[in-house]
């Protein structure tokens, strides 16, 4: 496979990967500013918001995972250096990508987990149903299990730094519940603004601020995920960047499409789970090449994109 077909590609599994991991996002930006008054406040969150959610959030959060990952090079080094063809840079990052894979991995595992076991959902696939029924023990004896079985394979498999990466690992566990405890607030805080609609006791601008910081932590889950496509951050920052200016053009469009495709959520979690399980094996020595994420993204993505309009036909749904 050429290089350039192998670079379009990764670039085009981004772009869907970001677009369907974005949909809970998008339509919670719906939601909240249709309840806001002020004009201003809403063309601000589409214009000046996208800025932000770009170049801000999307550009800058992958260069501080590898400068977490790699600190001897320094925080500018890793937000600047990093687009220089400097082989310092490019080495420490090589030698960083296990540990990015096996704090990523366990993140991505768990965010998928988490939604299998335990969030509400259109069933998709006829295991859902019954693993959601014992979903809470079961959940919660994965998540232990998958952090003492992956520490105990670093301490045995892996003899350089195992004690930086069962660190990473642990990190990657701990992240996951504060950002789960993030998104279970917010939650809270949009049902209260929709409850409340424009007789919110929160001001429009505060509104848009809670919509930033709420775009942040779900970005998060994309940019977690974009490191099982490249640890290129140019390119992570391209693909993701283009996702999230096509959220916010379906925000603007049509919330009511986004909605109609009810499996979405599906593809987009179990994309999740495959490529928390390929950046697990990555960090374990296994080469995968780097086709295989972007590919297995947009087939499962198509899979359940079919299902969704395919079922809008059947209850003769016009939305497409």
Do not use: C
């Amino acid at each position: 496979m050429s290089e350039m077909f192998e670079v379009l590609l990764i670039i085009l599994g981004l772009v869907i990967f970001e677009t369907i991991m974005s949909i809970d996002n998008a339509v919670v930006n719906a939601d909240v500013l249709s309840t806001m008054k002020s004009k201003r406040a809403r063309r601000f969150f589409l214009t000046w918001g996208i800025i932000f959610a770009v170049f801000v959030v999307r550009g800058v959060l992958p260069s501080i995972i590898v400068f977490l990952s790699t600190p001897d090079i320094g925080i500018w080094g890793a937000i600047s250096a990093i687009w220089q063809n400097d082989p310092a840079v490019m080495i420490a990052v090589a030698e960083a990508t296990p540990t990015i894979m096996v704090a990523g991995g366990m993140f991505l595992i768990l965010l998928w987990a988490h939604w299998l076991f335990m969030e509400d959902k259109k069933f998709g696939l006829p295991h859902e149903w019954y693993v959601q029924k014992y979903g809470a023990v079961w959940f919660y004896s994965i998540a232990a299990l998958l952090l003492v079985g992956v520490i105990y394979g670093i301490n045995n498999l892996i003899k350089e730094n195992p004690m930086h990466l069962a660190l990473a690992a642990a990190i990657g566990f701990s992240v996951f519940f504060i950002t789960q405890g993030f998104k279970d607030n917010a939650e809270i805080i949009e049902k209260r603004i929709i409850e409340s609609g424009e007789h919110s006791a929160m001001s429009d601008w505060a509104k848009v601020f809670f919509l930033e910081v709420l775009d942040t932590v779900f970005s998060i889950d994309g940019v977690v995920g974009a490191f099982a496509f490249t640890t290129s951050v140019p390119l992570i920052l391209i693909g993701t960047g283009i996702g999230a200016i096509v959220v916010r053009q379906l925000t603007v469009a049509s919330v009511d499409r986004i909605r109609s495709y009810s499996y979405l959520k599906n593809g987009a979690m179990y994309s999740i789970g495959f490529l928390g399980f390929v950046m697990i094996l990555e960090a374990f020595g296994a080469h995968i090449p780097a086709w295989v994420s972007p590919m297995v993204t947009i087939s499962v993505v198509g899979y359940f994109f079919w299902r969704s309009v395919a079922e809008n036909r059947l209850n003769g749904n016009t939305v497409v």
